[in-house]
């Protein structure tokens, strides 16, 4: 058998090609795994920077948290010392009052702003008191019989601070209890910030209320110059205007902090009425609920006027059916009810919106805090 030399160098060839594309393969496969333990490796030195990132987060957080619990411990301890120790001061004692102040950081500032605050609208409120108890068609407040245009604008002054002080004081205390009832009774705990405070506050008007009543009526009295106040007629007065009394503060309080709060973060409830992802309607909803979004000063300032406004347009025939029914100096009105139609039908809306309360125009209560915190903190 003869053999053809041509085959025998086409199988050569042929050989060679694929000798050539084997290695060719492996160089691929060998350069492929590589490439795909590089990889590996980044992802491995990439995740163990993430656990050891992960580990120091816990271990700050561990640390932070001890450190809380130990900073929250010793305010505890000094707190429980401070304590024993101001028992035994007197009130004569400065230290006394130290403590006192220390302790009562928030009740101070706002029985400071708004002792200030009543100083200075003071003839206000009379102008106020006198523009609506006044009759013209029958002198139920005996204005013009004891001559009120002649008395100084400061009458009663002393009444309205007594009313001031005796409310904050109740008032605060009672709002502190029953806010921490409110964050841990089960069926309000999941209401809003705004919403627990704002019912925390009319529990403590509610219940200031009849504290408050006896001074209040002293007052508008002696600002229509009433000289001698007959006893019976001023318990009678008394308890017909408490209802209105509780219900004007009630009523203001609410109004006037939906109001507000609704103005302030309406940016964030248009946002949440129109987006329909249910994430981040709760993510806003989570964010108005505590009410920790950063507001301009400006904004700030704009909701406060308008919202005061609004609320005192809203509330003044219950805050002048009051009025009426305080200094009444004979039996005129049987009731609140009664005394509110009489307004609505002798003058309908054209009352005196005189109910505007310096705290609610002008507050600086954050200022006043802030110095006391750091002069006592």
């Known amino acids: 058998m003869e053999i053809n030399p041509d085959n025998n160098q086409n199988q050569s060839v042929n050989d060679q090609v694929l000798q050539q594309q084997l290695i060719e393969r492996l160089e691929q496969t060998r350069h492929m795994k590589s490439q795909e333990f590089n990889d590996l490796k980044q992802k491995s030195f990439i995740l163990r920077e993430k656990l050891n990132a992960r580990e120091q987060r816990q271990a700050r957080t561990a640390f932070q948290r001890d450190s809380d619990i130990d900073h929250l411990v010793e305010k505890i301890n000094n707190y429980e010392q401070e304590k024993k120790m101001a028992s035994q ?43 609506q108890a006044h009759h013209k068609l029958e002198d139920v407040c ?8 002649k008395a100084p604008f400061y009458y009663g002054i002393g009444q309205a601070m007594t009313s001031l002080f005796v409310g904050n004081v109740i008032g605060y205390s009672v709002y502190k209890l029953a806010n921490i009832q409110l964050n841990q009774n089960p069926y309000t705990t999941n209401l809003g910030l705004g919403m627990k405070n704002t019912l925390a506050f009319c529990i403590g008007d509610i219940v200031s209320s009849p504290f408050r009543i006896f001074f209040e009526v002293k007052r508008m009295a002696i600002q229509l110059n009433v000289q001698k106040y007959d006893h019976d007629q001023f318990l009678r007065n008394i308890r017909k205007s408490l209802l209105p009394f509780m219900l004007r503060d009630v009523s203001f309080r609410l109004i006037f902090n939906n109001l507000y709060n609704f103005m302030l973060y309406s940016d ?19 964010a108005l ?4 979004i950063p507001v301009t000063h400006q904004r700030q300032s704009t909701c406060l006027l308008i919202s005061t406004f609004a609320t005192v347009f809203l509330t003044n025939p219950i805050d002048m059916a009051l009025t009426r029914l305080a200094c009444q100096q004979y039996h005129k009105y049987t009731g609140f009810v009664n005394c509110l139609k009489t307004i609505y039908s002798g003058f309908g809306f054209r009352t005196a919106y005189f109910l505007i309360t310096g705290s609610a125009m002008v507050n600086f209560y954050e200022p006043i805090r802030s110095i006391f915190s750091e002069a006592y903190e």
Do not use: C, H
């Not at 609920?289 to 920790?292: A, E, K, P």
């Open 89 to 131: 001061y007197s009130w004569m004692d400065g230290r006394y009052w130290k403590y006192v102040f220390k302790n009562n950081i928030d009740l101070m500032s706002l029985l400071l702003m708004e002792s200030t605050l009543m100083i200075g609208i003071y003839p206000i409120l009379t102008i106020k008191t006198r523009q």
């Open 142 to 149: 005996f204005f013009y019989k004891n001559n009120a245009r």
């Open 268 to 286: 964030l409830y248009v946002k949440k009425w129109q987006t329909s992802n249910q994430d981040e309607q709760k993510y806003l909803q989570n």
């Open 289 to 292: 609920d505590r009410q920790n």
